[in-house]
């Protein structure tokens, strides 16, 4: 059983581009959610997919924005970014909707310049 | 709007000595609590609560819920310098697609 993997590891990006993030949900899990850690905080959550569908967002602008895909992998996107964006980017998977726990991955490290 | 708070935000103690860790909630339909371990990057997941006085435990760490006065506690006897770490607490939203995270406390074991 394979765990959630993320990638790339880290990025540094300068203000005003795009990137976009990618996770692999551990093997049998149907659920994506995604997570913003800003220094020394707890994880902030900014999205959840079911079955390809958005399931729930968090106080986060549309320029974030995401997809997930047939084998449960995830995207995040995000637009026109900001400074403040700079954070460690985490996605977690579970197995289905009745499931409280989420496991996570090793997070994607994002420095906006 | 649900809420998380840790406490104490960081610890520093010797080797071998207990810690006893706190977590506090205010969450509409409360279902769980959840206990993960971060050490540099990915949360693990350390215990699940859903009742009260009911402990879990695993190996030195050990964790209980009070659905009264809306706490949880993380015990860790013996620590060791691999208990070293940020560890979190988190509820569920009652539609469980949202986890609601503490600001963590910061553990740190000195050899």
């Known amino acids: 059983e394979t765990g959630v993997t993320q990638s790339p590891t880290h990025l540094i990006k300068t203000r005003g581009q795009q990137v976009t993030l990618r996770c692999s949900s551990q093997?049998?899990?149907?659920?994506v959610s995604w997570y913003q850690q800003a220094l020394g905080q707890g994880p902030q959550f900014i999205f959840q997919?079911?079955?390809?569908?958005?399931?729930g967002r968090g106080n986060f602008p549309p320029r974030f924005s995401g997809l997930q895909f047939p084998n449960y992998s995830s995207e995040l996107n995000v637009n026109a970014l900001e400074l403040d964006d700079s954070a460690l980017y985490l996605c977690?998977?579970?197995?289905?909707?009745?499931?409280?726990?989420?496991?996570f991955g090793p997070g994607t490290r994002l420095l906006v310049l | 709007e649900d809420k998380v708070v840790q406490s104490p935000l960081s610890l520093v103690v010797h080797e071998g000595d207990t810690v006893t860790l706190n977590c506090s909630y205010e969450?509409?339909?409360?279902?769980?609590l959840l206990w993960y371990k971060q050490e540099k990057k990915a949360p693990t997941f350390l215990f699940m609560l859903?009742?009260?006085?009911i402990e879990k435990k695993s190996g030195r760490l050990s964790s209980i819920l009070d659905k009264k006065e809306l706490f949880s506690i993380l015990n860790i006897t013996a620590t060791q310098t691999g208990d070293s770490a940020v560890y979190l607490c988190?509820?569920?939203?009652?539609?469980?697609?949202?986890?609601?995270f503490g600001t963590g406390t910061r553990l740190t074991i000195i050899p």
């Open positions: 093997s049998g899990h149907n659920t």
């Open positions: 859903t009742s009260s006085g």
């Open positions: 969450v509409t339909n409360f279902r769980s």
């Open positions: 997919y079911y079955r390809e569908e958005e399931n």
């Open positions: 988190a509820v569920p939203n009652f539609g469980n697609e949202k986890l609601t």
């Open positions: 977690a998977s579970s197995l289905g909707l009745a499931q409280e726990t989420q496991y």
